[in-house]
């Protein structure tokens, strides 16, 4: 339904269209007109902005409210908490150390810091450095989901924080190979600081970043401490809006910063400008370029760097922390740059519609420069066309899932293409086993061999392996059947129970029918909860301790995998007793489908998940 009515709606502005322009925005009343719209549309409760050029603010302010109960409006000097973004600011913090020779981005984290407690089965061949750590190249596992927030107001050092996440710290690759996104990371960098400097982590960033640029509000703060400039949050998950807790930032250095839309815009012309109370140009360069991942080997420009990602023609980073999502951008060649906040419901679609208005004003008075290509070369390509399996887990228990997620490299009409989700992209060569998407604006996909020896392709800084035929649809296939298996035993059971409420008695397969449909009911109540938490990542909170939702978890997943095997001891025992050898084969199938389901469970951790304990 919601499909039909999103084609309706394309038809209906194509007809539109037809008969007259479709308006952009050319001024910045036009743009702040329609986020407004946006904010109202989307029931954003409140937004910070911030547009600069190189030298000038375009805009510095917000829509909306920072505080509905007291009608507090979001105003260029309030707070908003910006999340990951802090990573822009350890890695220049980083930088700086570098500059003052204290530090180097190929030193050995074994080395600067032995007391950090990581496992690296290739520490003697691939060790972890402190780039890897920057560039998100050190294969650790993400968080665990309880060790990201509480409600507990307490001030963390840096080296509690590192030590907070020493579950995580285990090298599930060679480092140097794959990027795979770990606030992790960015806890031990805090602790470098500190360890370097001399002082806490936050300390030292508001010192010779903070300060120095003028920025003399924003903070480190891992909870809301200044409520009078600080946003409120809140949550529409109910249906309506609510204000949700402050939560508390376990891994500080990886999220912690809060910022108003007058303080971020003083950083992006920094960062255009090349402003050398930041860094030496050198070092910005070092900053967003990448170069430690198998990707940046190949030859790609594109990703993750030091704290500091491309977005096509921009640059920046993402945050997202309690119930507030952030975003900044800037593009020095064409010389503008955005930040924007909100306090719940994310950000929609203001950040293209800023971008665009920005590009269509400035990008006229700079000369594009050409788009490099060569001929396809279909010999060199031969040995990588396949299929390919994504295998960059940001989360461990979540890896089974990313597997799924199947890739088709295939050369069709002379042109390079893959095709993934029943979407086809087609590739423009601009190198050696280096491409572009047709319509893009730079490589951002590259063909290279690991050190095992595997075909590898990696696809906007993700990494993918190729596999068998055979295995990419084996394992896609039979999870199809076992949900296909699973439904059919919930309907089963379903009619099973409504046999006896209309019939009044009680037939003699009933336990064949009602078991697996039980199974099922506990693995939804587990899964559902986990699901809510994981939607509303502010929750999270109550993973750490055993609460409704972390019990329901354990129990739900946790009585699914005993439910599921007392079904397949039953059926075994008592399978001679069903005279249908049809409802023989729907009930063995079944019980292997339930078997199936539960066994890939209990290899990835799920089946007896205490997430309190974790």
């Not at 955005?338 to 590009?359: D, H, K, M, P």
Request: net charge positive; hydrophobic share 40%.
């Amino acid at each position: 339904m919601k499909t039909f009515f999103t084609l309706l709606i394309c038809v209906l502005s194509c007809i539109s269209s037809s008969s007259q322009p479709r308006l952009r925005p050319n001024s910045i009343a036009q743009l702040t007109d329609s986020i407004r719209n946006i904010v109202r549309k989307r029931n954003i409760p409140g937004l910070m902005l911030g547009i600069v050029t190189k030298d000038s603010v375009l805009f510095s302010g917000g829509f909306g409210y920072a505080d509905l109960k007291n009608k507090r409006a979001v105003n260029s000097k309030t707070l908003f908490r910006m999340g990951s973004i802090t990573k822009s600011f350890v890695a220049i913090a980083i930088l700086k150390l570098v500059e003052q020779g204290k530090l180097n981005l190929t030193d050995r984290l074994r080395y600067l810091a032995p007391e950090v407690p990581f496992t690296n089965n290739w520490e003697n061949t691939y060790p972890v450095r402190l780039v890897n750590l920057l560039e998100h190249t050190t294969g650790f596992d993400d968080f665990k989901f309880n060790k990201m927030y509480t409600l507990e107001r307490r001030q963390y050092s840096s080296e509690e924080m590192m030590l907070e996440q020493k579950a995580s710290m285990v090298c599930r690759w060679r480092p140097s190979e794959r990027y795979t996104y770990s606030n992790v990371n960015y806890a031990i960098l805090g602790y470098i600081i500190s360890k370097f400097s001399g002082t806490e982590y936050d300390q030292y960033l508001k010192e010779s970043i903070l300060l120095p640029l003028g920025m003399t509000v924003s903070n480190f703060n891992t909870w809301s401490r200044m409520p009078f400039l600080d946003t409120r949050e809140y949550s529409s998950a109910s249906g309506q809006l609510k204000e949700v807790p402050s939560v508390t930032l376990l891994p500080g250095a990886a999220a912690s910063l809060w910022s108003s839309a007058d303080e971020m815009n003083i950083f992006l012309q920094s960062l255009i400008n090349l402003d050398s109370r930041l860094l030496s140009k050198k070092n910005f360069e070092l900053m967003e370029s990448p170069t430690s991942s198998i990707g940046a080997t190949a030859g790609l420009m594109t990703g993750y760097a030091l704290g500091n990602e491309d977005f096509g023609t921009n640059r920046g980073h993402d945050g997202t922390i309690g119930t507030c999502k952030s975003s900044y951008r800037y593009n020095r060649k064409l010389g503008y740059g955005f930040v924007l906040s909100s306090n719940a419901n994310g950000l929609g679609s203001i950040e293209t519609l800023i971008n665009q208005y920005l590009i269509d004003k400035y990008s006229n008075t700079k000369k594009s420069e050409p788009l490099t290509s060569i001929p396809l070369n279909k010999k060199e390509l031969r040995p990588y066309l396949g299929y390919y399996q994504k295998e960059d887990p940001r989360y461990n228990l979540l890896a089974f899932a990313d597997r799924l997620l199947l890739l088709k490299v295939e050369i069709k009409n002379d042109t390079l293409q893959y095709n993934i989700l029943g979407r086809t992209h087609q590739l423009i060569q601009t190198a050696p086993l280096v491409f572009r998407e047709r319509w893009g604006t730079q490589a951002e996909i590259a063909f290279a061999i690991n050190a095992e020896g595997k075909k590898v392709m990696i696809v906007n800084k993700h990494y993918t392996e190729k596999v068998p035929l055979s295995k990419a649809f084996s394992w896609l296939i039979m999870i199809i059947l076992a949900l296909v298996f699973g439904l059919y035993a919930v309907f089963s059971g379903i009619i099973a129970i409504g046999y006896i409420l209309i019939k009044r008695q009680k037939p003699k397969s009933l336990h064949f029918f009602i078991l697996p449909m039980l199974s099922l009911v506990l693995l939804s109540w587990g899964i559902y909860a986990f699901m809510h938490i994981y939607n509303n990542s502010y929750l999270l909170f109550k993973l750490g301790v055993p609460s409704a939702t972390s019990i329901s978890i354990f129990m739900g997943l946790t009585l699914f995998g005993i439910s599921t095997l007392i079904n397949a001891l039953v059926l075994i025992k008592k399978l001679k007793t069903i005279t249908s050898r049809y409802k023989q084969s729907i009930l063995i199938l079944t019980a292997l489908s339930l078997l199936l389901i539960a066994g890939i469970l209990l290899a990835n951790g799920w089946i007896g998940l205490r997430f309190w304990k974790l």
